[in-house]
């Protein structure tokens, strides 16, 4: 069987996946669900940054061939940090509502809807069961700072890769998925009007556009 890693986003957790576990299997992976770091089980250590969870899921990957990630807001981030970094390691990758960073001090901020820093600490509190309290600040400072060394390593990527967009209800600025897609070899953005956690709010049409990409072998 082929592998396929699905990572969560932040306060999220492994679980989020389990509904689409039978018919991802059905097409021939073993799927695989970490925690990343801060959530569940897995290690809490503050400062959270993001090349933290890179290389936690790097270390994972031990064992494993060419594997196909599919990721949810941050897990979408740390899929395509993976992906730069071991290009050789990557089949596919579905990134969805993969938060994008900007460039440069001039380029714009990943939402359309910032969140200020009271409100990510209101928010990791109440999902303090499931994460730490403070990941949730941490990650969104770490993303809203210039991160030119992964808008880089895009280009190395040439693992076929589907952007998945939740529209006008997402809080990130969905002009940014084009930007990524043209600067990776092989992307393609598709848009499903739901919001921010596409796979949560739209299962089965989720699964109906994963489904068709990982099963297209002309990709």
């Known amino acids: 069987m082929k592998d396929l890693v699905c990572l969560h986003a932040g306060t999220s957790g492994p679980s989020t996946w389990d509904r689409f576990?039978?018919?991802?299997?059905?097409?021939?992976?073993?799927?695989?669900?970490?925690?990343?770091l801060g959530h569940g089980s897995a290690p809490r250590r503050r400062p959270y940054r993001l090349d933290d969870f890179r290389d936690q899921v790097l270390g994972e990957l031990d064992g494993l061939n060419?594997?196909?990630?599919?990721?949810?807001?941050?897990?979408?981030?740390?899929?395509?940090?993976?992906?730069?970094?071991?290009?050789?390691?990557?089949?596919?990758?579905?990134?969805?509502?993969?938060?994008?960073?900007?460039?440069?001090?001039?380029?714009?901020?990943?939402?359309?809807?910032?969140m200020p820093a009271l409100g990510l600490l209101a928010a990791g509190w109440l999902t303090r069961r499931r994460c730490d309290p403070w990941l949730l600040r941490d990650v969104v400072t770490d993303l809203r700072r210039p991160q030119p060394a992964w808008w880089a390593g895009l280009a190395?990527?040439?693992?076929?890769?589907?952007?998945?967009?939740?529209g006008s209800k997402s809080h990130l600025d969905q002009t940014r998925f084009d930007l990524v897609a043209t600067t990776m070899p092989a992307a393609t953005v598709t848009?499903?009007?739901?919001?921010?956690?596409?796979?949560?709010?739209?299962p089965d049409r989720w699964l109906d556009v994963v489904r068709s990409f990982l099963a297209f072998k002309g990709a």
């Open 21 to 36: 576990v039978p018919a991802l299997e059905e097409l021939g992976y073993r799927v695989h669900r970490p925690a990343l």
């Open 66 to 114: 060419r594997v196909t990630f599919a990721g949810n807001s941050l897990g979408a981030f740390v899929a395509s940090a993976v992906a730069a970094a071991a290009p050789e390691k990557v089949e596919r990758l579905v990134l969805e509502e993969l938060p994008v960073p900007r460039r440069d001090a001039q380029d714009g901020d990943p939402t359309v809807r910032p």
């Open 156 to 166: 190395a990527i040439q693992a076929p890769t589907l952007l998945l967009a939740g």
């Open 191 to 202: 848009t499903i009007e739901v919001g921010h956690r596409i796979h949560s709010k739209a």
